[in-house]
């Protein structure tokens, strides 16, 4: 089966922070996984997507945990409200592994739609604002 392709990077998403545009960009690849993993439909699909879904969890919690030391070391304003951003993702996306673990109503589909519509709007609004800060910090000379 051809793997199709969900979500694509757009330059327009970048934080102009080469480590964490490609930590960004792998996200999109792991949605674009689980994204054909639902589009399979077989039990061997399922079983794909359980550990697709394990993989991309795991990684999210490593890339929250990279941008969030970057924003320390910025000491950027809004990091409070930021990492309660990433806690709020991680504590949903969990609860719905949990529901899919179990045998619950879990439609994969949507998941991955909100897996989408949630990193894209993240990147796009709230990763924004640390990048504008950075932004303001090169121009004043304050960081490199």
Not at 15 to 31: C, F, G, R, S, Y
Not at 46 to 66: I, L, N, P
Request: proline content about 2%; charged content about 30%; overall charge negative.
């Amino acid at each position: 089966m051809e793997k199709k392709i969900f979500v694509e990077w757009e330059d327009r998403y970048s934080v102009a922070i080469p480590l964490i545009d490609d930590q960004h960009k792998h996200l999109i690849e792991l949605t674009n996984g689980l994204y054909n993993a639902c589009l399979a439909g077989t039990e061997a699909a399922r079983v794909h997507f359980r550990e697709a879904v394990h993989g991309t969890v795991d990684y999210v919690k490593f890339h929250f945990s990279a941008e969030e030391k970057i924003l320390e070391n910025i000491q950027f304003p809004g990091i409070a409200a930021h990492k309660n951003e990433h806690e709020s993702f991680v504590i949903k996306v969990l609860a719905d592994v949990r529901d899919f673990e179990a045998g619950k109503k879990f439609v994969p589909n949507i998941f991955v739609r909100y897996l989408r519509d949630w990193i894209l709007a993240h990147i796009a609004v709230e990763d924004k604002k640390y990048a504008d800060y950075i932004l303001e910090l090169k121009k004043q000379n304050r960081v490199v």
